[in-house]
């Protein structure tokens, strides 16, 4: 578990960045709006509810790379999924579409790096020693991030990517945020926003 003072070194980092990266990608997150506006003739930001730290609801802010369908909808996204629209695919290629989420960051919602936040029905059934990983505010990047950055792809070669995602990929999951948790340090944040940036 972080100390307090890991947890407040780590939320002014979060600050700092996020506030700059803010500033410095502000252009990119608003052409990109404007772009699925105009393409769409919809709102430009997604904003769907989350489950962020001790299992509470957040929204999570997001630029909009799927167009609304009707009826049910499936909480797995495969890389072939025809509700992403051409513009978004470009989007979720570089992940500009997360940008918006340094607002999540900077309003304290949200940590630059942590578990990643997930629907319903994941985190929030957490049980045991699992639910330590609901102590830490969720990253807009993490471990199990970098580990699944082709997770789109692998969900599409799947017969059943709904029980892939739920019976192999969440339980690496939470097995690889409570390594984070477990072997925290803020040299380990670095390196991984810098393998995030870089794409490495």
Do not use: C
């Not at 979060?14 to 410095?24: E, N, P, Y």
């Not at 020693?129 to 950055?149: C, M, V, Y």
């Not at 017969?159 to 340090?185: A, C, F, G, H, Q």
């Amino acid at each position: 578990m972080l100390t307090k003072k890991e947890k407040l070194n780590k939320r002014g980092f979060d600050i700092i960045f996020s506030f700059v990266g803010l500033v410095l990608t502000f252009p990119l997150i608003f052409i990109s709006f404007l772009a699925i506006v105009i393409s769409s003739r919809t709102s430009g930001i997604y904003a769907p509810y989350r489950i962020g730290r001790h299992g509470l609801p957040f929204k999570i802010y997001k630029l909009k790379t799927m167009r609304e369908v009707s009826g049910p909808i499936n909480s797995v996204t495969t890389k072939n999924d025809p509700r992403i629209t051409s513009i978004g695919k470009w989007l979720r290629k570089f992940k500009i579409d997360e940008l918006p989420q340094l607002w999540n960051v900077l309003k304290g919602e949200m940590s630059l790096v942590g578990p990643r936040p997930d629907v319903a029905g994941f985190a929030d059934q957490l049980q045991g020693q699992d639910r330590e990983i609901l102590s830490l505010l969720p990253g807009i990047t993490g471990l199990a991030t970098l580990n699944f950055k082709q997770e789109e792809e692998l969900l599409a070669q799947q017969k059943d990517p709904v029980t892939y995602n739920r019976e192999v990929i969440w339980p690496e999951k939470i097995k690889l945020n409570k390594e984070y948790i477990e072997n925290y340090s803020f040299g380990l944040d670095i390196q991984i926003l810098w393998k995030t940036i870089v794409g490495s």
